[in-house]
């Protein structure tokens, strides 16, 4: 029986070990926490089957100016921690150039037109159907030029993808969502996302499911990692694990593991912040409001707030500042409710200069496999890429084609 230590628990490393345990692997899977307890946790919970086309960086200097004066709550940045991002930035500036957007994209919807279909197997599998709406994302304008511009755009997606969705008047939204206190000008529906109640809980369900099937999770230091005669090993809180593979699924932290073994990965670190609000307003659908940076989605534990992106350094203090402005905002559409945590929480979306996951061999070690860099979709993914990197280290055939997210196009 072939073997194989995953590391990183979160919704990457726990679909990874899951396809690989139903192709007859024998699997460890190794965190320092919990399953689904770090960059899983911290999202919107939503499995958007529309984001065939991964976020690019805008190349408006108008917008870009806004940033720079902190006048736009949809990314913030600390001036210090610039220059250690300043290279993947530029990357990711560059690769956000329409041709090369484009040519991303092509690879982006094959992964994302799987991730749904992927996640009803382990849904079903892992009896989590009670964590799943499926109902859809909406997105509401506050003017007339961006709901417009925005309803474009999602007609392109659906000559191009087949994309479903629904413009929404102001009367439409509120019938929908009475809630609502302000309908601004508009919304659009996009049909066909799932939202997951608790992302977390979903995560730990198919984390269930693996242990059900006979599969180990330990606790344990990732960056312990090393290369054996015959393998690799790593320290688990109860003694070493040896295995004839390992997967490197640590999100944001792979590259720091990565670079013991002479690879360097550039990736842009974007933290994002969250907060449960109960006793007040819910929604029945997921509400992202752009124009404000955030999404107010409906939980278990109540709303949710997630926010966009800050450019921290790594371990950097938590600035709340821009979830302030995203609760001021949600809290002028519905009425929020009392905070459930002490103090709000947050984790780091690791993104790739180019847009797309690292998924494959790492080419000098035998053994070593790769797959993070999902940024803002790594929930949606999951079980899709984890699907494409099983298939490639079992030598079958991939569901779609893998080259344009093999390790090399970064390390030689």
């Known amino acids: 029986m072939k073997s194989a230590i995953v590391l990183g628990a979160g919704m990457i490393g726990v679909a990874t070990a899951l396809h690989l345990q139903q192709r007859g692997w024998s699997i460890v899977l190794l965190d320092r926490k919990e399953p689904g307890r770090e960059t899983s946790y911290v999202n919107a919970g939503i499995i958007q089957s529309e984001a065939v086309r991964p976020y690019e960086m805008s190349h408006d200097w108008r917008e870009i100016a806004n940033i720079a004066l902190g006048r736009c709550n949809k990314v913030r940045y600390h001036l210090a921690a610039l220059p250690r991002h300043l290279g993947p930035l530029l990357g990711y500036w560059w690769h956000s150039f329409p041709v090369r957007h484009a040519r991303a994209s092509e690879a982006y919807a094959q992964i994302i037109g799987c991730a749904a279909r992927e996640h009803e197997v382990f849904i079903r599998q892992s009896n989590a159907r009670h964590l799943i709406r499926r109902d859809g994302f909406r997105f509401l304008y506050r003017q007339q030029s961006a709901f417009e511009e925005a309803v474009a755009a999602a007609e392109s997606l659906r000559q191009a993808y087949g994309v479903k969705f629904s413009p929404m008047s102001p009367s439409d939204l509120k019938k929908a969502e009475p809630a609502l206190a302000d309908a601004g000008v508009g919304a659009l529906h996009w049909l066909e996302p799932w939202a997951a109640l608790d992302p977390g809980a979903l995560v730990s369900a198919y984390a269930d499911l693996f242990m059900r099937l006979g599969g180990r999770i330990v606790r344990g230091d990732a960056q312990s990692l090393a290369k054996t005669g015959s393998g690799w090993s790593v320290i688990a809180d109860d003694g070493r694990m040896e295995a004839e593979a390992a997967v490197v699924a640590l999100g944001p932290?792979?590259?720091?593991l990565l670079k013991r073994f002479g690879y360097w990965f550039p990736m842009v670190r974007k933290r994002g912040y969250y907060r449960h609000y109960a006793g007040g307003s819910r929604l029945d659908v997921p509400l992202c409001d752009p124009a404000n940076g955030y999404v107010l989605a409906p939980m278990a534990?109540?709303?949710?707030?997630?926010?966009?992106?800050?450019?921290?350094?790594?371990?950097?203090?938590?600035?709340?500042?821009?979830?302030?402005?995203?609760?001021?905002?949600?809290?002028?559409?519905?009425?929020?409710?009392r905070p459930l945590e002490p103090e709000p929480g947050y984790g780091t979306r690791p993104c790739m200069p180019d847009m797309l996951p690292v998924v494959g061999a790492a080419?000098?070690?035998?053994?070593?496999?790769?797959?993070?860099?999902?940024?803002?979709?790594?929930?949606?993914?999951?079980?899709?890429?984890?699907?494409?990197?099983?298939?490639?280290?079992?030598?079958?055939?991939?569901?779609?084609?893998?080259?344009?997210?093999?390790?090399?196009?970064?390390?030689?």
């Open 253 to 256: 932290w792979s590259p720091d």
């Open 301 to 337: 534990k109540g709303a949710r707030i997630t926010t966009g992106a800050e450019l921290a350094a790594p371990g950097a203090k938590p600035d709340f500042s821009q979830l302030a402005h995203a609760e001021q905002a949600a809290g002028k559409l519905i009425m929020l409710g």
């Open 363 to 412: 080419p000098r070690h035998r053994g070593l496999w790769l797959h993070f860099g999902h940024g803002h979709q790594g929930f949606t993914l999951g079980p899709a890429t984890g699907r494409v990197i099983a298939e490639l280290m079992n030598n079958e055939v991939s569901m779609t084609n893998p080259l344009p997210y093999r390790p090399e196009r970064y390390c030689i």
